[in-house]
């Protein structure tokens, strides 16, 4: 039996397009014409996510795989994407892609379109394969990206926005080009910081202290807090429990785990201090992210 294939339409996936209206006034505006947003989304679990465009697509599209597996097959050639990988298709070239049958990725993507989307791509070596992001990138991207969905949700008609989100997403596309390599020592920091982040995923229903994931790092606790405060803009601690916090709104809007349950998921015994903590960092309650999500 033939698996179905899915361009869209998955559980509480975000997706927004600009009308063809707005799409041609912001190429003949002198502040946007470079490069704009045309299209953005974002596709959690994304089973059986497929797409096929032999003439291309008129835009140059960017995906970031948050998590899980996909490929993307340009030129004839097929390449795997995985975690915390950057892939961008240029505009006009025939390709396909899609999720991992057993992994399926969750993707974050967006169209760009400009006169200097195609020098921005190549100046900062964008199109070479998917791009591995360090932790700290991953964190500035989905920053950017929840930012630039917000606003062109929000307020698509106003040039103002429109003008903030093309500045924000070439500002993201050159720290990703800057920072994607760099020196040796930018590579070891990366490393730290990512050998630091994993041991805190593996241990989201423990309780993790500093000292402990110091020296799992070999860092002192001063430089380990240099570190996260750098890279991430926030102490080890303050990261581990907003990790937490995010993996509690993944299960919130993907499961019907009880509150008391998705507290214990995530390694915190009692709900009441829970949802506390969850409305402090996310800005909302447990139950009104969960009703807000499926309303």
Known sequence: MTEPRKPDGFPEEKLFVLPAYRVEELASHHLTQGMFVTDIGYFPHARFHYRERPQGCPAHIVIYCVAGEGWIELGGKRLAVGKHQLSVIPAGEGHRYGASANDPWSICWFHLRGQHVLEYIR???LEDGPIPLPASLHTHWIDSFERCYSLMTDKPYSMQVQVHISQTIGQLLGRIGLGAGGSEIDKKRNLDLERAIRYMNDRMTESIKLGELAAHTGLSRQHLIYLFNLETGFPPVEYYLRMKMQKAGQLLSLTDLTIKEIAAAVGIADPYYFSRMFKKRIGVSPSEYRSELRG
């Open 123 to 125: 100046l900062y070596g």
